[in-house]
């Protein structure tokens, strides 16, 4: 079964940038990598999506090597309100070869003063 | 921005009724709707995808008989929750696909079901 994986949790300080990795070596050859934020009782927030290589938005950057295995979002200058779970969002492709959308197992961020 | 609601944003129901939760499209057509459960401290798992017209697909696990979906137009979908029991109690959320931005998924707010 294809899995997902992210590190359970990451403290950081405000103004620290914070990267967050997601493994994901079953991903489907033409889907795209997606990273939530969500808030305790709220649904997932949509922070940046990408193919390959790099993507930058206002937020975030989302870095892809050339296998697509990983993901590492990246998070510059983080303050207090950054504090949240991080979910990475794939599809993968299972053994049977069915594609499966599939969230990873989510990164508990804490920003401290 | 693409909103969607969900509706009721929390429930309590006892064991053995049923409970409807709603999920819409607000301002963009959804020809593709996804259901997932969340118990706490979990990551979120799909239970079913729901194309416009037609029967859910469910995911491995998922009793189809147990939790009813339907897509019935592009703007609406709900999710019945059948004989509920209290280890159905959990965090409930859809998300819709644009027909027009077909790689983004948005999500809903969640519903919080509670089976006593």
């Known amino acids: 079964l294809a899995k997902t994986t992210q590190p359970i949790s990451m403290d950081s300080y405000e103004g620290q940038e914070v990267n967050i990795t997601c493994s994901h070596n079953?991903?489907?050859?033409?889907?795209?990598i997606t990273w939530y934020q969500q808030f305790p009782s709220q649904g997932p927030r949509f922070i940046i999506q990408?193919?390959?290589t790099k993507v930058t938005n206002e937020v975030a950057s989302l870095f892809i090597p050339a296998d697509r295995k990983s993901s590492t979002l990246s998070l510059p200058r983080v303050s207090l309100s950054d504090t949240a779970v991080y979910y990475c969002?794939?599809?993968?492709?299972?053994?049977?070869?069915?594609?499966?959308?599939?969230f990873g197992s989510g990164t508990r961020l804490q920003v401290q003063p | 921005g693409a909103v969607v609601s969900q509706h009721p944003s929390w429930v309590i129901c006892k064991s053995g009724t049923s409970v409807k939760i709603e999920c819409r499209s607000l301002?963009?057509?959804?020809?593709?709707m996804f259901w997932y459960r969340q118990f706490p401290k979990q990551s979120l798992m799909l239970m079913a995808t729901?194309?416009?017209?037609?029967?859910?697909?469910?995911e491995q696990g998922v009793e189809k008989d147990k939790f009813l979906i339907n897509h019935a137009s592009l703007t609406l979908s709900t999710l019945t929750v059948t004989s509920a029991h209290p280890e159905d109690s959990s965090f409930y959320i859809c998300?819709?696909?644009?027909?027009?931005?077909?790689?983004?998924?948005?999500f809903g707010p969640g519903t919080r079901l509670t089976v006593t």
């Open positions: 079953n991903i489907a050859t033409n889907d795209y």
């Open positions: 998300s819709a696909r644009d027909v027009q931005v077909t790689n983004e998924q948005y």
């Open positions: 301002d963009f057509q959804a020809t593709t």
């Open positions: 729901s194309n416009e017209g037609s029967k859910a697909t469910y």
């Open positions: 969002l794939v599809a993968s492709r299972e053994d049977t070869g069915r594609r499966a959308l599939t």
């Open positions: 990408g193919y390959k």
